[in-house]
């Protein structure tokens, strides 16, 4: 009998993550089928789209709001579908928000309910993995430290690892980068990564300018070079140079390529997220930073227990890179952490140690992980 499965994919990242497990699971299981909400790749891998992902994108509370009647009938629809046509399991892919109350309802009526990608509860106060427990049959997690905090609140739980240590080479290639990016070999090249998003980049394009002008004051011969996700976040850093009289100084402004640039640099300046584990994983010293309003601010401090907010301090249990957020994300405190990078070799090698040996840890074949512990739900068995 051909066996089933719904999914949800959020977005973008969602959309390739679920187009490798579906790719892993028909290794197993080759005449399956998915439906539900999902992307291009998944489309690509025979994921019967019945709505896009691109619906469930939303930008800040204020957009959620607005929009909670219509995403909320979307799931109820879908609910609906699961319910009729009875999967041999839905699997949530991140998008939690949305996920796991329809996991919850996929749950109650019988069906397994996986959720792939931990919500971040080891961030803040865990409130939520209570909900967590009653929601999904089992919970796949990036990041090692995760399972410990599931089985405590008696959830099923598999270490899958990260995709993205999958991708990324283990020793990336400067010199190939800067090729591609036309740099010049020996130059001192600082990457600037203001974030994906317009507010990331208002917020910070300008602490970030000012703070190019503080190291080249410091050191003319750096260059400085800035991948930006989309158009309107490039107008926007456009914009903030016009504003700070900054079109002369040596700033390159790169369309995508965020990779590369990371590559490339000496040392990179990161907003907090996913792009700062991405320069882990590429071994670069780094800065991150991050600045939002004041009551946003307040209300996470507030509500975060982890000491750090970016991903390489948290995942190796130390204050491994400078953090400096908000009223600290001045410009000569930035140009001071980046430029002791720049001058300490022996402290760049042994960070770039270990990263390697993180990156070895994270590096699990994610997929292929993720769809072994599936499995057993899919052929009638429960782990």
């Known amino acids: 009998m051909t066996v089933r499965i719904a999914m949800v994919a959020g977005e973008a990242s969602g959309d390739l993550l679920a187009s490798h497990l579906i790719r892993a699971l ?19 891998e025979g994921f019967q789209v019945r709505w896009p992902c691109e619906l469930l994108a939303v930008h800040g ?24 046509e009875r999967p041999a399991a839905f699997i949530g892919v991140d998008a939690p928000d949305f996920n796991l109350w329809l996991e919850g309802k996929v749950k109650e009526a019988g069906m397994p309910s996986i959720h792939f990608v931990s919500p971040s509860i080891w961030a803040w106060r ?12 089992r919970m796949l997690c990036l990041f090692p430290f995760e399972p410990e905090l599931y089985e405590r609140a008696g959830v099923p739980v598999s270490y899958v690892g990260h995709p993205l240590a999958d991708v990324f080479p283990l020793h990336p290639d400067r010199g190939e980068a800067r090729e591609r990016l036309e740099l ?23 602490t970030y300018i000012a703070t190019a002008r ?41 369309f995508g390529h965020a990779v590369d640039a990371m590559t490339a640099a000496d040392v990179v300046l990161v907003a907090s997220g996913t792009a700062s584990l991405e320069a882990a994983l590429l071994k670069r010293p780094m800065v991150i930073t991050y600045r939002i309003g004041k009551w946003q601010y307040r209300l996470m401090k507030h509500m975060a ?14 204050g491994i890179v400078p953090e400096l957020l908000q009223d600290d994300a001045n410009p000569e405190r930035l140009a001071d952490a980046i430029e002791d990078w720049l001058q300490d070799g ?38």
């Open 126 to 137: 865990g409130g939520r993995i209570k909900r967590i427990a009653r929601s999904v049959s």
């Open 305 to 318: 227990y982890l000491p750090w907010v970016g991903l390489p301090n948290i995942l190796c249990n130390e």
């Open 214 to 254: 503080c190291l080249l004051e410091r050191d003319p011969q750096l260059r400085f070079i800035v991948p930006l996700a989309t158009r309107e976040t490039r107008q926007l850093f456009e914009e903030a140079l016009y504003r700070n009289e900054a079109n002369e100084l040596p700033i390159r402004m790169l």
């Open 184 to 206: 010049g070999a020996d130059w001192p090249i600082v990457a600037l990564l203001p974030g994906s998003r317009q507010s990331e980049v208002r917020n910070l394009a300008d």
């Open 346 to 383: 022996e402290r760049r090698a042994a960070l770039e140690a270990r990263f390697t040996e993180l990156h070895l840890t994270l590096r699990q074949d994610t997929a292929h992980k993720a769809a072994e512990a599936i499995l057993p739900y899919l052929r009638g068995k429960r782990a």
């Open 26 to 44: 028909r290794q197993h299981l080759p005449d399956a089928e998915f439906f539900g909400i999902g992307g291009p790749k998944m489309q690509a």
């Open 61 to 84: 509370y204020v957009d959620a709001l607005k929009r909670y009647r219509e995403l909320s009938a979307i799931r109820r629809e879908l609910l609906g579908q699961i319910r009729r």
